[in-house]
Nanobody, 124 residues
Framework: QVQLLQSGGGSLQAGGSLRLSCGAS????????MGWFRQAPGKEREGVAC???????RYADSVRGRASIFVDNSKKTLYLQMNGLKPEDTAMYYC??????????????????WGQGTQVTVSS
C-alpha cells in the first residue's frame, strides 16, 4: 500500500510560481506511473501532468509550457512546478501513483493511489 503525502500550495498571485511536492511513504517511484490532477469547485477532477520512469511525459493543454512534472527518486518525491499562474489554476491539487503503466495517464482511471490534496488559490 502506497501512501502519498503532499506539501506546497497556498494563496498566490497571478503570474507567480508554485512547486507542489508528493512524497511516497515506503516505495520509490520506480516502476510507477505518476500524475498530478486538480479539481475546481463544481468541476470534475482533471489531469494536469503525468510521467513515468520510462520517459513518458504528458501535460494538459491548459498548462503546457507553464508546468513541469519531475521525480527525485532518491527522495521518493514527485514534483509539479508551475509558472505564470492564472486565476483559473485555482483548485485542489492531488498527486497520484499506480503500478499500471500505459493508457491515458491524464485520466483519473489510471491511478489507484492518491495524495490528500492541497489547495492552490491564485488571485488576480
Amino acid at each position: 500500500q502506497v501512501q502519498l503525502l503532499q506539501s506546497g500550495g497556498g494563496s498566490l498571485q497571478a503570474g507567480g510560481s508554485l512547486r507542489l511536492s508528493c512524497g511516497a511513504s515506503e516505495y520509490s517511484y520506480s516502476n510507477y506511473q505518476m500524475g498530478w490532477f486538480r479539481q475546481a469547485p463544481g468541476k470534475e477532477r482533471e489531469g494536469v501532468a503525468c510521467t513515468d520512469n520510462y520517459g513518458t511525459v504528458r501535460y494538459a493543454d491548459s498548462v503546457r509550457g507553464r508546468a513541469s512534472i519531475f521525480v527525485d527518486n532518491s527522495k521518493k518525491t514527485l514534483y509539479l512546478q508551475m509558472n505564470g499562474l492564472k486565476p483559473e489554476d485555482t483548485a485542489m491539487y492531488y498527486c497520484a501513483a499506480d503500478r499500471r503503466l500505459g493508457g491515458n495517464c491524464l485520466s483519473t482511471f489510471a491511478f489507484g493511489y492518491w495524495g490528500q490534496g492541497t489547495q492552490v488559490t491564485v488571485s488576480s
